[in-house]
């Protein structure tokens, strides 16, 4: 036999839930897309004590740990082309790409902060070269 309130308990209990869910997801830090704000400088300094070993000093990859190589962050090409734009970027490095064995940094302690730093510092690779400032006319 049901006791009498039984009702109420749970009617109460989902409205509760309800408001525990809508307020987890309003104060949820939004998603961050689009093209990376970070600094390239803070994220070389990322990049040179997590990224160096599979990814080499100078962007250049080729590293195979499973899959695919490590890709070339130097072949503008294929850094221009829109399926790797920055979100794909923060993709890869917050959530690892399991097939290819790379590692899910942000489970790693990474920031978003600090991955957008690192997207920012992996675009400085395939960005055109200035000129040297002595070059001759």
């Not at 250049?60 to 794909?88: C, E, H, I, Q, V």
Request: aromatic letters at 8%; one cysteine or more; glycine letters at 8%.
């Amino acid at each position: 036999m049901k006791r009498p309130g039984t009702l109420r308990h749970v009617a109460f209990a989902l409205v509760l839930a309800s408001v525990l869910v809508a307020f987890a997801v309003r104060s949820a830090p939004p998603a961050i897309t689009g093209p990376s704000k970070g600094v390239a400088a803070a994220g070389k300094k990322i990049f040179s004590l997590k990224c160096v070993p599979c990814h080499k000093a100078d962007g250049s990859g080729g590293f195979k740990l499973t899959g695919n190589p490590t890709p070339d962050w130097r072949d503008a090409k294929r850094m221009s082309d829109p399926k790797y734009n920055d979100d794909y970027l923060r993709d890869c490095i917050t959530n690892g790409k399991i097939k290819s064995g790379m590692v899910a940094w942000s489970k790693q302690g990474v920031k978003p902060a600090e991955i957008e730093n690192l997207i920012a510092y992996v675009r400085t690779f395939s960005a055109p070269k200035s000129p040297a400032k002595n070059a001759k006319k």
